[in-house]
């Protein structure tokens, strides 16, 4: 029997920190400050294609108690997505959004199409499925194809499924008054912000400010050779109490849309 550890510790978070060496260096920063650092929630992608698709991603959350608690559209992106909580509040957030294929082009969707039809059979079914990792052989030159209609569908065909990023809980950091300084705090020691839509995105009105990293450029195997591409980005976000005194729990889509281009900035 496997545990939400195992899945959101050995599989999920240890897998992106290796392909995110941002965060270990961002974690030491901030426990030389004495903060302890409480995960908000992390985000996953995939393609709307009933194999793989949001409800196949979020199952192995589900049959761990996880229930949905949101739902939310991306018009230009194309992307429907859905964010579920766990009974026990301490377990993060889980954010998984999908493209709508139906709305990309037919030589998109081709693409895609090959790519899924290479999955090992059996593979979505796994309790590790939202973090197996790309299960299919991709070209840099499908890759880029399919980067200059939809960046997520290119991220999702380098990559495969595991965490686009994980997300700092600035309301249980200490040592900061606000996101504000923490984003002072971090370009201060040489990280790059994404600025799309303003540093902070959000704001207390909507109950939620949100920021985050640029992804770091890493270096993938394609079949035509090894090229050097955005990954895996960090977040932070803070949250306020709603008119009953709650913390807000959701997402703002004004703002997710502007985090998701986090991953999407020029070589």
């Known amino acids: 029997m496997h545990t939400l550890q195992d899945l959101l510790e050995e599989n999920l978070w ?159 950091l200490k040592t900061f008054d606000g996101i504000q300084n923490l984003n002072i705090f971090l370009r201060g020691h040489g990280f790059k912000l994404n600025t799309a839509g303003g540093e902070i995105k959000g704001s207390p009105a909507v109950f939620l400010e949100q920021s985050s990293t640029l992804a770091d450029k890493v270096t993938v195997e394609f079949s035509d050779g090894i090229n050097t591409i955005p990954g895996c980005y960090y977040e932070f976000a803070r949250r306020y109490p709603l008119p009953d005194g709650r913390l807000y729990q959701g997402f703002v889509e004004k703002s997710a849309d502007k985090i998701f281009q986090s991953t999407d900035h020029s070589p």
């Open 14 to 172: 240890r897998q992106y920190v290796t392909l995110n060496p941002q965060v270990k260096v961002i974690h030491r920063l901030l426990r030389a400050r004495g903060e302890q650092i409480v995960n908000d929630h992390l985000a996953l992608r995939t393609f709307g294609d009933p194999r793989v698709g949001l409800d196949v991603m979020a199952q192995p959350f589900v049959q761990l108690g996880y229930r949905c608690a949101g739902d939310y559209t991306f018009i230009e992106k194309k992307l429907r997505a859905r964010h579920y909580e766990h009974p026990d509040t301490i377990q993060p957030k889980i954010f998984i959004s999908e493209l709508k294929l139906e709305q990309c082009s037919p030589a998109l969707r081709n693409c895609v199409d090959s790519l899924l039809d290479q999955m090992p059979s059996g593979a979505a079914n796994v309790w590790y499925f939202p973090g197996s990792g790309r299960l299919w052989k991709l070209s840099y030159q499908q890759y880029e194809s399919l980067q200059v209609e939809s960046e997520y569908a290119a991220w999702v065909a380098a990559f495969g499924f595991m965490a686009n990023h994980f997300t700092v809980l600035v309301n249980a």
